[in-house]
């Protein structure tokens, strides 16, 4: 560990894991035996300069982008039951349709991490968001199944970035503010999902599925138009060494918010090597890796599951009905059928689910803490979908669809809380990328199950959305951190040096750390 030290900026130079060399005891005091001024790190000027009108523009504009995401998701429930009736498509030929965005998703997830920890969060998130516009407007020209699948694909991969804009919103969060920011940030996400239902409404009806694409790529435009103000993420510029461009940043924010930053210089952990997906395997991450990725996988498994259960069961209307014979368990029809008006409402009904889902979660968050909220909500859900193991009316369907989505929704919001709280700068966006990573592999088996396994049986298909979720129950539990009210850890060595310092220390071991540097 090296420092530097110029007018404004004092650099500590880390090593990684296994390349440390013996630290002098005098070199890690920050004031006193080098007789150096007054410092802050980034974690402390973005407390200073708290929460204020730079955090609500960076809400909005992320916030677009969140919205986009939900709405090229939400197409999928809704453009499917159409194309299988104009292209006379069979059973697992629609789902592939769905599988084929998971697929470009789930290959490209890391792999924006990886960009996004190398060369920044605004430019991979620009670039992401931007392809996804391109391969989402060609995708309302396409004219055979076999077109639809490679743009689709395309489009996925682009949406596989999506995620990353909560690494650089997150980068920017006082803690107080944070894991309630975070939540309402998926408010953009619900509406998304129901702007779609409303425009799908309108425009399926008189123009068609091509002109839906096409005007479902709406926030997209936005946020190509807005995208040049996105700031870097000065906990980035830190890392990789530019600590003035991170300084600059640092009083921009203070500016905008009216408040003041910390006297002294700004302390830069750097880090060369980033974005490694094998960082996350080190002795001090490898089992909560490993926890998050199956979190993420019975999230989305389980969200795009009832997505996709709501129209395939609406779908089935009074078909889906037990037999006279009890032992015999209900079969559903699921024919060629277009989405009715009250199809659509009843869709608009579940997806406003969403909402009480992130009040739920914004309640128990900071109250109960991450790791309990995503259990409750995993063990809500599995509770939920007990009543789908007989047909029931179609409005008792719809009440326990709207409680299982809301369970989910808001089980979901608290792991993109937990994920890049729990993770390092250096590793933050390759730890989300990953676990998003998972998530897409949940999302392209689901719709095998809730769009292909549900014509041959409700039990089973109801049965492994409960197992999954009474497993993702089991996760969160045995997680081996908890971050509410946490500052957010910089480098991976830092936060090595950081779980020593909270180890039980003898005597010399408690001198010795007193000099330690953050």
């Known amino acids: 560990m090296m420092w530097t030290d110029d007018k404004s900026v004092l650099t500590v130079h880390e090593e990684q894991p296994g390349k440390d060399e013996p630290i002098d005891e005098g070199v890690c005091s920050k004031n006193r035996s080098s007789g150096m001024s007054e410092s802050f790190t980034v974690e402390e000027a973005i407390e200073a300069v708290g929460f204020g009108r730079f955090q609500w523009k960076l809400s909005m504009l992320t916030g677009v982008a969140w919205m986009a995401d939900s709405m090229e998701m939400m197409l999928l429930s809704i453009v499917t039951p159409q194309l299988r009736c104009e292209w006379r498509l069979s059973s697992w030929k629609v789902a592939f349709i769905t599988a084929i965005v ?4 789930m290959v ?55 995620p990353q804009s909560v690494t650089l919103y997150t980068e920017f969060l ?3 503010s944070r894991g309630i ?3 309402l940030l998926g408010v953009f996400w619900a509406l998304g999902a129901v702007f779609e239902v409303l425009l799908a409404m309108v425009v399926m009806p008189t123009l068609g599925w091509k002109w839906l694409l096409a005007f479902s ?36 924010i203070a500016a905008d918010n009216g408040s003041s930053m910390p006297t002294g210089r700004l302390i830069a952990n750097t880090q060369t090597e980033r974005g490694r997906i094998r960082d996350l395997f080190i002795p ?60 659509y409402m009843d869709l608009l009904w579940t997806t406003l689910a ?36 007989v047909c029931t009316h179609r409005t008792v369907l719809t009440v326990f669809i709207f409680i299982a ?60 959305y409960l197992i999954c979720c009474l497993l993702g129950t089991v996760a969160s539990l045995v997680l081996p951190t908890e971050t509410t009210g946490r500052s957010l850890q910089e480098s991976t060595q830092s936060t090595m040096e950081q779980k020593n310092m909270d180890m039980p220390h003898d005597s010399e071991m408690a001198e010795s750390s007193s000099n330690t540097c953050p």
């Not at 605004?122 to 490679?150: E, N």
């Not at 999230?299 to 009905?321: D, P």
């Open 181 to 183: 920011s975070i939540i």
């Open 405 to 464: 989505r809301a369970c989910i929704t808001g089980g979901w919001q608290v792991a993109y809380v937990y994920t890049p709280e729990v993770f390092p700068t250096a590793t933050r966006a390759i730890g989300i990328g990953t676990g998003s990573g998972m998530a897409r592999v949940g999302a392209l088996i689901t719709p095998f199950i809730a769009q292909v396994l549900l014509k041959s049986s409700v039990y089973l298909t109801v049965s492994v």
């Open 284 to 343: 001090e991450y490898r089992k909560t890796t490993l926890l998050v990725w199956i979190i993420w996988f019975c999230n989305a498994f389980s969200y795009y599951g009832i997505v996709l259960l709501t129209t395939e069961m609406f779908q089935a209307g009074s078909a889906c009905s037990a037999t006279d014979n009890s032992n015999m368990e209900p079969q559903c029809s699921l024919e060629c059928n277009y989405l009715t008006f009250n199809d």
């Open 102 to 105: 998971f697929i470009g998703m």
């Open 108 to 162: 490209s997830s890391s792999l924006w991490g990886n960009i996004s920890d190398k060369y920044g969060r605004k430019v991979s998130l620009i670039l992401c968001l931007l392809w996804t516009l391109h391969y989402g407007l060609l995708s309302a020209f396409t004219p055979v199944y076999s077109w639809i699948l490679v743009l689709r694909c395309l489009v996925g991969f682009g949406l596989g970035g999506a």
């Open 217 to 252: 790529t709406f926030p997209l435009v936005i946020f190509a138009a807005f995208c040049c103000w996105l700031p870097e993420s000065a906990r980035f510029d830190v890392l990789r060494g530019r600590e003035d461009k991170a300084l600059d940043t640092l009083k921009y």
């Open 354 to 389: 969403e909402f009480p889902g992130i009040l739920v979660s914004l309640w128990m968050i900071d109250r109960i803490g991450r790791k309990k909220s995503m259990a409750i909500c995993f063990l809500l859900f599995s509770v939920s979908i007990l009543p789908l193991y």
């Open 174 to 176: 006082p803690i107080k």
